[in-house]
């Protein structure tokens, strides 16, 4: 038998939603980022330097922040952050804005920044002391409550504002978002700071920590492999059914499509029937809670004669869908990492 551990990360079932056990939701005001981020990174999601790891050497030591090209909506009294997801920036339209705003950006960062596709990093001065919220903690919600505030030393947020400020002014009738306007496009009208910190303040979750391999879909999970000097697999059904033995960190919740989950988790089945593992681990979230179980061969027998004379259903309870199955875990709060 291998020595394989799998450690899986599951999306939150439909039923933990509705199970009043774990309605004691978490003070999202009080983070810098969502569940996935805070147990990729560790409570400061210092996302921005990780993400400058594949750009050039960074001293663990300094301080990066992360620039990315949004959109503001405006409600009756309020603005909300639309995803950014959805904005599709081309690399003309990020050139020609990153232009118009240059002598704002060396006015306000000293250093030149780095341009990655829809965002742009910088090795931080002062904003370095600045408490952010990623943009996928803020996105669809009022940015009052998720802009930069202020830690050790009073007034960087006020200064941040009127950078964001001067930036919006220049881009309100940019030639770029005038173009998408008329293509029925949303403009690209503001920029949000976030991912504020340096590579000292990662702290991975244990089960990060202390595997052999990462197996994954998101950049940050890439990054942080990286920067832990770890294996990173691009996430394939077909490869984890052969997975060789050590402890593996799967994570099946970020940028996982819903047909790619259910054959990741079929695959890890097929590793359990085989007895190619024992067990396997399996963490999710509900309400920015850490929820664990474990799943083991005996829970999935079935009897001899069933097994011959109903072939289907057997198969069914041997390899349930994770739709079916997901339901009926015994889920317990996660006390510590």
Not at 13 to 41: A, C, R, V
Not at 136 to 145: H, S, V
Not at 160 to 176: A, K, L, S, T
Request: proline share 4%.
């Amino acid at each position: 038998m291998m020595n394989l551990q799998i450690n899986l990360i599951t999306p939150t079932p439909n039923s933990l939603l509705k199970n009043p056990k774990f309605h004691q939701e978490t003070d999202e005001f009080e983070q810098s980022g969502t569940w996935d981020e805070i147990f990729m990174l560790g409570p400061q999601v210092p996302l921005a330097a990780i993400k400058a790891i594949p750009y050039q050497a960074v001293n663990p030591m300094d301080h990066w922040g992360l620039l990315e090209l949004v959109h503001f909506h405006a409600t009756r009294d309020h603005l909300v952050m639309v995803d950014p997801v959805i904005l599709n920036i081309t690399l003309e339209e990020e050139q020609a804005l990153r232009a118009s705003v240059e002598e704002v950006l060396a006015h306000y960062l000293f250093n030149s920044v780095i341009p990655t596709g829809t965002s742009w990093l910088f090795c931080t001065n002062e904003f370095g002391f600045l408490e952010t919220s990623t943009v996928d903690l803020a996105k669809g919600r009022n940015i009052d409550i998720w802009m930069p505030k202020d830690t050790e030393k009073a007034g960087i947020a006020k200064k941040w504002r009127q950078m964001q400020n001067e930036i919006q002014m220049i881009w309100h009738d940019h030639p770029v978002n005038l173009d998408r306007i008329e293509r029925g496009e949303l403009p690209i009208n503001s920029v949000w700071l976030q991912g504020v910190g340096s590579l000292s303040q990662i702290h991975p979750h244990s089960l990060i920590k202390f595997a052999r391999d990462l197996h994954g879909n998101s950049e940050t999970l890439a990054n942080l492999a990286q920067f832990l000097n770890k294996p990173y697999h691009v996430i394939n059904a077909e490869k984890i059914t052969f997975l060789e033995s050590g402890n593996h960190f799967i994570d099946g919740r970020n940028q996982i499509k819903a047909d790619q989950w259910e054959a990741i988790w079929q695959a890890c089945l097929r590793l359990l029937h085989q007895g190619q593992t024992t067990k396997i681990h399996l963490t999710t979230e509900c309400l920015g809670n850490t929820l664990t179980s474990e799943i083991q061969l005996a829970d999935f027998k079935v009897g001899f004669f069933q097994n011959i004379l109903f072939k289907n259903s057997s198969l069914k309870k041997k390899f349930p869908s994770w739709e079916s199955f997901g339901g009926k875990i015994d889920w317990q709060l996660e006390s510590t990492q």
